[in-house]
């Protein structure tokens, strides 16, 4: 498995690979407006590529809560026929531990507990933030790359300014 940062030349291969993932309506879930107008963090934009072949991507976006940067994780894709053999638990694994290497201390995300758990990822560590547009709140789960980052932080999740 080869991961490589996103270029400019894999915004199409990307796109196409979210709609195949998420359908063409990824873009009105909730966390899509967090993410209009602002562009994804380019030292933690990354695919993996198969043949020259695109096959996974992951991306993070910068959001705050109460004035703290918190990295927003998504969207994560695999190519329908190769989910389950890892790839995207490894693409994630190197983009937290990135994220981490370049001084980041917060993550959060929308997506199932169990899958997310073993990164990390809980509900119990976002109870005290909300996310406007997310209605299911047991979606939204938080880690922290730094112990106790989260500590005292509550609120809402907001645009970066």
Do not use: C
């Not at 026929?81 to 917060?106: C, D, S």
């Amino acid at each position: 498995m080869i991961i490589d940062l996103q270029h400019k030349s894999d915004e199409t291969d990307v796109e196409k690979l979210l709609d195949l993932a998420f359908g063409p309506d990824r873009h009105s879930k909730a966390a899509y407006s967090f993410r209009e107008g602002v562009p994804a963090i380019g030292d933690l934009s990354f695919v993996i590529r198969d043949g020259g072949k695109l096959i996974a991507t992951l991306q993070f976006w910068p959001v705050q809560i109460k004035g703290q940067d918190v990295l927003l994780l998504g969207p994560i894709a695999v190519e329908p026929e190769l989910q389950g053999k890892g790839y995207g638990i490894g693409l994630m694994r190197h983009g937290l531990e990135r994220a981490k290497m370049l001084g980041y201390k917060r993550v959060v995300l929308v997506g199932d507990e169990p899958y997310y758990a073993r990164l990390g990822f809980s509900r119990q560590m976002a109870d005290n933030f909300t996310m406007e547009g997310q209605k299911d709140l047991s979606r939204l789960l938080a880690l922290e790359l730094e112990p106790g980052a989260f500590s005292g932080l509550a609120g809402a999740i907001e645009k970066h300014q």
